[in-house]
């Protein structure tokens, strides 16, 4: 401790906060009119001749009296700023409000019971879950000196730029000085930040709805006579100065205050006024100019030569619906301009600039008439892009950006996202009547920084957080409803694993084994990498999992990482995959890399990652890539994200990662046959590999492992068609039909569709001719009605599927 | 002790307190009537509402000359009656303050007054 002793002594202070609390609101109110009646009802008797009136203003000017000082004095007790200026005196340093109730108080269990039922400690009980019997055993168990206690909440009270030691930074003092609390704390995942940080979400609260302000008036009733009347504009564009007027809404972001700064001394700049706001989608790039607007509303010293300057948000919809009503774009455009030129008062904002900049569905190019606004005039305008869009503008349109100031919004950090997001939950919950946990603030930011790729903070923590609101955990928002909400959002198992599902996870094995033969080494090593990844035991800087599997044709690779999506994932559509072969060349990586945004092309691969984080990647046949590209997947496997030609990042975090090659296929099939097994020579295979320059070691060595898949035995390939039969049953169980294959039926179609070469990949096509042509000639006569449950043999293959005679078998 | 904490007030920092409030009052006038802005454009054309003139001939400037001074005199007409208006409410604000602050010393005792007219 820093070594203060705290007094307390009763000063005019304490005894004015005994009397606040006497005079509550509704007694403050019912003076108010008390005073007013008698001061009419004493002149009205005068003037009717009753001198007895003079006595009723007795009453009256008392309460007038006493309403001066309440509202002059008493409600502003909490005036100055005794933690600043170091003050040991309890009677100064305690807010108003519990500068009586905890003064006196010896023990730190007292103190609790003392502020137990102010609003500041239930906010720490109920936003981070303590139960408040657990604060009062804590403090029972284990005392902790007031002084200690104090010392600690001053601390705090300093450290939120508290004016005083509230209610609120005693009881997070107490919690943080018992060290009953630690176990628990540990056990909930609270930390002394977290504790801190609720803090600061109180102290905003206390600002935003607690302190007294002073009525802005935006300039008063004259400010706009000397500006000019702007109709075409306002039937064109929004004023949002007007609507922040109007009351709609706070936009002070203190966040940022100091890109408003910015923005402020470009605009006020003689020339080159215009400002390009650039940042991703959802970073609060309205939001910005809307608190500019605030900022100049109140015209104080913040906002400069642009006081009372008012911003209007021009309609691309609006404007571009006029197309073909007769009068021209350029013509209309003019008129527009010319209204914001002439009221002198107006700033243009062309939110989602682009609309303005390009000829596509919904989007105008009227970038000529921009530029030679901003060229000969010194009308500010203020546009927001994407950097994806300035990136393509600064190519297309280079003359036009060069006119402007670019601004890159910085991204937004862990303690100021929680800041915004603590802002908006006040009014979810109250919308929602719900309430939201500290907790829940906190995973809501982990979970969309993991999660969530295709927007920016603050907008993705807010979409997760409005969200969350639909999954409440008892009645109340908390980490798992943020959980529950990313879960259903994105498919991305985040929840704590149910009994069903952790039986899944034990048994995956099993699982995936129930559609495909062997490969026990290769099943087992991906079922692992989930098991790790659903326990959180993994890195998650790096994908789920990445391996290699080498081996033949036909032997399962493929089918694995389907079972994988199948099983595991929400359904083999969670699988996507990229056949290398078809990117053999240098200038296929730009086709890898494609936008993710570029509306105008379908879909590509990385924007397929992007909306499916939570997915198996399947790049078959990988040696036939081009070397460029197995660069890229060094990347991937390594930071676990890709960047697209638009510079966007996508990761690859939440992926399975699996890799197929048929390098040295034979070579292994020779093994097999020579009777090796294959767990012996895995790792000088591996090396032969390197050696033969078909694999860099480097990519090797990134892979969490490297699989071998060996050719299957004839009696695996027979379970293998017995899975196909499976198929083909439920295919067929809308008709009620099911199909049954004898020994020498299964035989059969081994033998005919096994290929050395092709692995079991020709046993679909044995079994297509045999056994499906077979099913469909006996379902066309009518000889398999439904309900039927046929056994076929070999020879009914051969007769019914109309093969010929020296089919060979 | 409510009496007590009232009169430390009323004739301490509460007397001390009265010119602030008027100061405050009659700047929260001057920004209502926005009397900063009236005067730095008391003769600005009401609304920017001006003429330009369609050619350089003498007759068609003299007309936009003369729109744009009628255009001025009503914005100068309507900015003075409402600076006459703000003038009003910032007389009346003072006039009652500094009386306020003659009686200040007085108003607690002043019910006595009232009381002994109203019953003898």
Same mark, same amino acid.
């Given at each position: 401790m820093n070594g203060k002793t705290f007094t307390y002594s009763r000063n005019i202070r304490t005894q004015k906060a005994t009397i606040v609390r006497l005079f509550s609101k509704p007694i403050v109110t019912l003076l108010k009119f008390a005073s007013v009646v008698f001061l009419v009802a004493g002149v009205a008797m005068l003037i009717i001749g009753?001198? +007895? !009136?003079? +006595?009723?203003f007795a009453p009256a000017i008392w309460a007038f009296m006493f309403l001066l000082w309440h509202q002059w004095d008493l409600v502003d007790l909490d005036a100055g700023n005794p933690v600043a200026s170091a003050s040991t005196r309890l009677e100064e340093l305690l807010s108003a409000d519990i500068v009586n109730r905890i003064g006196k108080a010896d023990t730190s269990l007292h103190l609790w019971e003392a502020i137990r039922d102010h609003w500041q400690a239930r906010f720490f009980v109920n936003r981070f879950l303590i139960p408040t019997e657990v604060i009062e055993q804590g403090l029972q168990a284990n005392p902790v000196d007031v002084e200690v206690v104090y010392a600690k909440a001053f601390e705090l009270a300093a450290q939120t730029s508290q004016d005083h030691m509230t209610a609120g930074s005693i009881t997070a003092a107490l919690l943080l000085t018992c060290p009953y609390f630690e176990a628990g704390f540990a056990r909930m995942k609270i930390s002394t930040d977290d504790l801190t940080s609720g803090l600061y979400w109180q102290r905003q609260i206390i600002d935003r709805y607690f302190k007294r302000k002073e009525r802005n008036l935006f300039g008063g009733l004259a400010r706009d006579w000397a500006n000019g009347y702007t109709p075409v504009l306002d039937k064109f564009g929004e004023n949002i100065s007007k609507s922040i007027e109007a009351g709609y809404s706070m936009f002070s972001d203190e966040t940022r205050e100091d890109v408003i700064t910015q923005m402020i001394q470009i605009i006020s @700049?003689?020339? @080159?006024n215009g400002v390009a706001l650039v940042a991703p989608v959802g970073s609060g790039k309205s939001s910005l100019v809307y608190a500019l607007a605030e900022t100049m509303l109140k015209g104080d010293d913040k906002a400069g030569g642009l006081a009372y300057l008012q911003v209007v948000k021009l309609d691309a919809n609006r404007i571009t619906s006029t197309i073909g009503q007769g009068l021209s774009i350029e013509r209309l455009m003019e008129e527009i301009f010319y209204d914001a030129l002439h009221a002198q008062n107006i700033i243009l904002f062309l939110d989602e600039a682009q609309l303005f900049m390009e000829t596509a569905p919904g989007s105008i190019d009227i970038s000529h008439i921009i530029m030679q606004v901003l060229e000969q005039t010194r009308m500010p305008i203020i546009l927001a892009l994407s950097p994806e869009d300035w990136h393509k503008f600064s190519i297309t349109k280079s003359a036009l950006l060069a006119q402007l100031t670019k601004i890159d919004l910085p991204e937004l950090n862990e303690s100021q996202v929680a800041r915004i997001l603590e802002d908006i939950a006040l009014p979810l919950e109250s919308r929602a009547q719900t309430m939201i946990t500290y907790s829940a603030i906190k995973e809501t930011y982990a979970m969309a920084s993991r999660y969530v790729t295709d927007k920016a903070f603050p907008a993705k923590g807010i979409d997760v957080l409005q969200d969350a609101l639909n999954y409440p955990d008892q009645g109340i928002i908390t980490e798992n409803s943020v959980k529950m909400a990313v879960e259903k959002t994105t498919g991305a198992k985040v929840t704590q694993a149910s009994q069903v599902e952790r039986g899944e996870l034990l048994n995956l094995e099993e699982l995936i084994h129930r559609r495909m033969i062997n490969q026990f080494h290769a099943v087992k090593t991906v079922s692992e990498a989930l098991r790790r990844s659903r326990a959180g035991v993994r890195d998650p800087k790096r994908p789920v999992g990445s391996f290699l599997f080498l081996g033949p044709? !036909? +032997?399962g690779k493929t089918e694995l990482a389907r079972s994988l999506a199948a099983t595991y994932f929400s359904g083999e559509e969670s699988m996507i995959r990229l056949d290398m072969s078809e990117y053999q060349l240098a200038t296929d990586v730009a086709r890898i890399l494609e936008a993710t945004t570029d509306s105008s092309v379908g879909s590509t691969f990385l924007r397929d990652v992007a909306t499916k984080p939570f997915s198996v990647v399947l790049l078959d046949e990988?040696?036939? /890539?081009h070397p460029d590209i197995l660069n890229l997947l060094l990347q991937m496997l390594d930071e676990g994200t890709l960047t697209d030609t638009s510079g966007r990042v996508v990761s690859f975090k939440e992926a399975i990662i699996i890799v197929t090659s048929n390098a040295g296929a034979d070579e292994i099939r020779r093994r097999i046959e020579a009777g090796q097994q294959l767990e012996a020579f895995e790792d000088e295979f591996v090396d032969q590999l390197i050696n033969a320059k078909i694999f860099k070691p480097e990519l090797m060595n990134r892979f969490d492992d490297i699989v071998l898949f060996r050719p299957l035995k004839p009696d695996e390939l027979m379970q293998v068609v017995q899975i196909m039969v499976g198929n083909l049953n439920k295919t067929l169980s809308a008709q009620n039909i099911s199909v049954e294959l004898t020994a020498d039926a299964l035989q059969m179609i081994v033998q005919v569709g096994y290929d050395p070469r092709l692995g079991a990949r020709p046993m679909r096509r044995a079994l297509q001719k045999y056994v499906e042509n077979t099913l469909s000639r006996k379902i066309l006569t009518g000889e /398999?009605?439904?309900g039927a449950r046929l056994t076929l043999s070999a020879a009914d293959l051969q007769s019914g599927s109309g093969a010929d005679s020296d089919s060979g078998y | 002790m409510v009496l007590f904490s009232f009169f430390t007030w009323w004739y301490g920092s509460g007397w001390a307190q009265v010119p602030r409030e008027i100061r405050r009052r009659v700047n929260f006038i001057l920004q209502f009537f926005s009397l900063k802005i009236i005067l730095r454009t008391l003769f600005a054309p009401w609304k920017r509402d001006i003429a330009y003139a369609r050619s350089t001939a003498l007759e068609d400037r003299f007309q936009a000359l003369i729109g744009n001074l009628v255009s001025r005199f009503i914005g100068f007409i309507i900015r003075v009656i409402f600076m006459f208006t703000a003038v009003l409410a910032i007389i009346f604000t003072v006039v009652f303050g500094v009386l306020l602050m003659i009686v200040w010393p007085a108003l607690p005792f002043s019910p006595i007054l009232f009381l002994y007219w109203g019953l003898l």
């Open positions: 009753m001198k +007895v !009136g003079y +006595v009723l @700049r003689p020339s @080159r044709t !036909g +032997v990988i040696e036939k /890539a /398999a009605q439904p | -």
